[in-house]
């Protein structure tokens, strides 16, 4: 008798249990994603061409998108996707030791190819705009404005210790870490590139490229 229970009790819970069914499995085509379209020039709606750089390769560095390209009056050359600036920043008036990337108009004024940094192009830093605002903001007295000013009207490199500093230019890294490199400025104010970056730099400039610092 109690077996005829068990075996009534099994065949009970084999007819009330649900039958599960796997569900079909369908194909899905593969989706063909478009491809990616390289990165267009920024468009430069207020881009000026220096006056003394028509028809020759000049310098633009943007401080704020951390860029630096080539361009030969307007046309884009060749573009640099990440530059590392001053570790203060960037600024139209700079002193000594506040690390800060002087914003202006400069010339390549002399070239270091056995740098610490691997090559250095050195800027002519303080020009006249930076001398004429610093003299104004008491940073310089009249003597120190008169013979940085009396050396850039004949076009030779002034004076590299006053308040102002200098010794800005752009460089690459010597033997510095390149993933640091991309994720601080750590410059004294000036503009690095990392060591291959530089050398191609190398190829485009000369004594007198004008450099634009925005």
Known sequence: MILL??????????????????????????VTLPPVE????????????????????????DTRQQILEIRRD???????GY??????????LRRMGDGKTPLGT???AWINDDSRFHIFFGLDFPNG????????????NREVYGRNMMRVERGMAPMQNTALGGSIGIHGLGPRDVNLHR??????GCIALDNEEVEELASWVEIGTTVVIR
């Open 5 to 30: 229970l068990l075996m009534s009790a099994t065949a009970l819970h084999a007819e009330t249990t649900p039958q599960v069914q796997t569900p079909m499995v369908q194909k899905v085509a593969p």
């Open 38 to 61: 390289p990165a267009k020039p920024l468009p430069w709606p207020d881009l000026q061409v220096p006056a003394d750089a028509h028809g020759k390769p000049w310098i633009l560095i």
């Open 74 to 80: 307007r046309a884009l050359l060749k573009r640099f």
């Open 83 to 92: 530059v590392a600036i001053g570790r203060g920043g960037a600024a139209p």
């Open 106 to 108: 400069y010339h390549i």
């Open 129 to 140: 705009a930076d001398l004429a605002r610093a003299y104004q903001n008491s940073m310089i």
């Open 183 to 188: 994720r601080y400025n750590w410059t004294d």
